[in-house]
C-alpha cells in the first residue's frame, strides 16, 4: 500500500528523463512544486513558440537572452542549444564529419576508458541499461569516442560521460550531441578536460576568490579548517552540476550556459553558498565542511529550479566576465608557479 501524502499517481516514480526517484523523495513537496511550476512551463512554451515560428536558426539577441533566462522548453532546448552554442553552425559547416570520426582509427586506448565507464553512467536511468531498447549507452559511446578522435589533446575524461549522458537524453541525436559537447569542452569551458585539467584547477581557486570578495567569513572558515576548494567544489565544475543538482534545475543552468558561457557557473556556485552561508559557517572541521557543501545541493532551494535561477541573477550581485577573466590570469599564474 502507498503511504499516506505522496501523490504517486500524479508524479511518476521515474521522471521525464529516465531517471528513478529515490527511495526518500519528497512527493508531495514536489507535486505542489510542479503544479506551480506547469503553469509556468505552459507560459513558456507558448511565447517560445512565438518566437520561434516559420523555423530557422537562433540567433543571439537580448531577447533571446532574456527568453533563455525565463527557461527553454523541452521541446525547444535541443534547436535553442544549437542555436546560441555555435554548435549549429559548426555542424553544417561541417557535413559527414561525425560519422567519418566514428569510422576512423581505434586507438584501442581511448576506447577502453569510454567502455570502462559505460556502467557507471546514471545506472538509476533506465534509458542507459542494457535491457533498455533502445539501450543509450552504445549511443553514448558512439559521441564519447568520437570526441576522443576529434580532440586528442583531450581524449576522454571522467566527467565527460555524464555530460555527454545529457546531450543524449536531451538531443536525441548522435551528431547534435557531438557538437555540442564540442562547444561545451572546446570553446565554452576553458581547459577543463585536457590531462593536466588546469583551466577546471583555475576556477575553483577563482570561485575562492569571489568568495573571498563577496562571503569573507566563509572564505575565513575554509581557511581556518584547511579546506581547499578542490574538495567540496570539483564535482560541481567538472560535470557541470550533473548528479549534483536535481535534473530540471541543471537543465536550466545549461540552458544559460550555452547561451552566456561559463560565467553561470559561477553564479550558480555563488548562490548555493550564500543562501546556505550561516548553514557552512557552523561547520566544526574538514570532514563537516565537505558534509555540509553536499547538503546545500539538496533541498526545495535548488528543486524549485525557476525561483532558483531567478536568484542566481540576483544573490551574486555583479559578476563581470572582466572580472573573472582577470581571476584566471591571476589564479592560472599562481598554479604553474606551484608547478
Same mark, same amino acid.
Do not use: N
Given at each position: 500500500m502507498?503511504?499516506?501524502?505522496? *501523490?504517486?499517481?500524479?508524479?511518476?516514480?521515474?521522471?521525464?528523463?529516465?531517471?528513478?526517484? *529515490?527511495?526518500?523523495?519528497?512527493?508531495?513537496?514536489?507535486?505542489? @512544486? @510542479?503544479?506551480?511550476?506547469?503553469?509556468?512551463?505552459?507560459?513558456?512554451?507558448?511565447? !517560445?513558440? %512565438?518566437?520561434?515560428?516559420?523555423?530557422?536558426?537562433?540567433? %543571439?539577441?537580448?531577447?533571446? %537572452?532574456?527568453?533563455?533566462?525565463?527557461?527553454?522548453?523541452?521541446?525547444?532546448?535541443?534547436?535553442? !542549444?544549437?542555436?546560441?552554442?555555435?554548435?549549429?553552425a559548426r555542424m553544417d559547416q561541417n557535413p559527414g564529419y561525425y560519422h567519418r570520426l566514428l569510422q576512423g582509427e581505434c586507438s584501442g586506448r581511448l576506447e577502453e576508458a569510454i567502455r570502462t565507464d559505460m556502467n557507471r553512467t546514471f545506472p538509476d536511468n533506465v534509458k542507459f541499461r542494457k535491457s533498455a531498447d533502445p539501450c543509450l549507452q552504445k549511443t553514448l559511446y558512439n559521441v564519447l569516442v568520437a570526441y576522443g578522435r576529434h580532440n586528442q589533446g583531450v581524449g576522454y575524461c571522467q566527467g565527460m560521460n555524464f555530460i555527454a549522458g545529457y546531450l543524449v537524453l536531451i538531443t536525441k541525436s548522435e551528431e547534435k550531441s557531438f557538437w555540442l559537447l564540442d562547444a561545451l569542452v572546446g570553446r565554452i569551458l576553458p581547459d577543463y578536460y585536457s590531462p593536466a585539467m588546469l583551466g577546471l584547477k583555475t576556477d575553483q581557486e577563482v570561485l575562492g576568490e569571489l568568495v573571498?570578495? %563577496?562571503? *569573507?567569513?566563509?572564505?575565513?572558515?575554509?581557511?581556518?579548517?584547511?579546506?581547499?576548494?578542490?574538495?567540496?567544489?570539483?564535482? !560541481?565544475?567538472?560535470?557541470? @552540476?550533473?548528479?549534483?543538482?536535481?535534473?530540471?534545475?541543471?537543465?536550466?543552468?545549461?540552458?544559460?550556459?550555452?547561451?552566456e558561457g561559463s560565467k553561470i557557473l559561477f553564479r550558480v556556485a555563488l548562490t548555493l553558498i550564500k543562501h546556505h552561508q550561516a548553514f557552512i559557517l557552523e561547520a566544526s572541521s574538514v570532514a563537516d565542511t565537505c558534509e555540509r557543501f553536499k547538503e546545500i545541493t539538496r533541498g526545495s532551494f535548488v528543486t524549485e529550479c525557476h525561483t532558483f535561477m531567478q536568484k542566481i541573477f540576483s544573490e551574486p550581485g555583479s559578476l563581470s566576465m572582466a572580472t573573472i577573466t582577470r581571476l584566471r590570469e591571476s589564479c592560472r599564474a599562481r598554479l604553474l608557479a606551484q608547478g
Open positions: 502507498e503511504p499516506a501524502g505522496r *501523490p504517486r499517481d500524479r508524479v511518476p516514480r521515474i521522471d521525464p528523463y529516465g531517471f528513478e526517484r *529515490p527511495e526518500d523523495f519528497d512527493y508531495a513537496a514536489y507535486e505542489e @512544486f @510542479f503544479s506551480a511550476y506547469l503553469v509556468i512551463l505552459t507560459r513558456r512554451a507558448m511565447k !517560445w513558440s %512565438k518566437l520561434l515560428k516559420g523555423g530557422g536558426g537562433v540567433q %543571439k539577441s537580448g531577447t533571446v %537572452k532574456r527568453y533563455i533566462r525565463k527557461g527553454v522548453p523541452l521541446e525547444h532546448r535541443a534547436h535553442v !542549444w544549437m542555436g546560441v552554442s555555435g554548435a549549429q573571498r570578495t %563577496k562571503l *569573507p567569513a566563509v572564505a575565513a572558515l575554509m581557511d581556518r579548517h584547511g579546506v581547499l576548494w578542490t574538495l567540496v567544489v570539483s564535482r !560541481w565544475f567538472i560535470c557541470l @552540476f550533473v548528479d549534483v543538482l536535481p535534473v530540471e534545475t541543471v537543465l536550466r543552468i545549461w540552458d544559460c550556459l550555452f547561451s
